[in-house]
């Protein structure tokens, strides 16, 4: 196994993912942040959290995929979320349950990290995924 998820004992449930993560392995696998944009640049999700970081995922996994990885290799994701507030966790994680399956995330997931931001480079960017991953 390339990638060791887990929780040790008295660390703070519940969350959706481990707050751990082991790698082993020789190649490191860096998706830089990926946003809402198919194929051809087109906008996905407007002013749609939900819908964007499901695309955001989808992008991501791309990436993986063209490094040979899988989300069962990644070891870290990072997130960065425009204007966050908690009143936001519901459409986050909407997003990340409606590709769960299509994408073969683990649950729980990898360690992950959201954070909050004024502005991403683009004014319809609501958030932006990077994940690192090991591979042997």
Known sequence: MTVQLLTPEGMFQPVPYHHV???TGSRHVHVAGQIARDGEANHIATDDLAGQVAQALRNTARGLAGAGATFS????LRFF????????IDDFMAGITSVTEELAL??????LSAIGVDYLFEPDVLVEVEAYAILD
């Open 21 to 23: 993560s082991i790698g």
């Open 81 to 88: 979320v425009t204007h966050w507030s908690p009143e936001k």
């Open 73 to 76: 290799d990644v070891v870290r």
């Open 106 to 111: 683990p649950q729980p997931l990898p360690p």
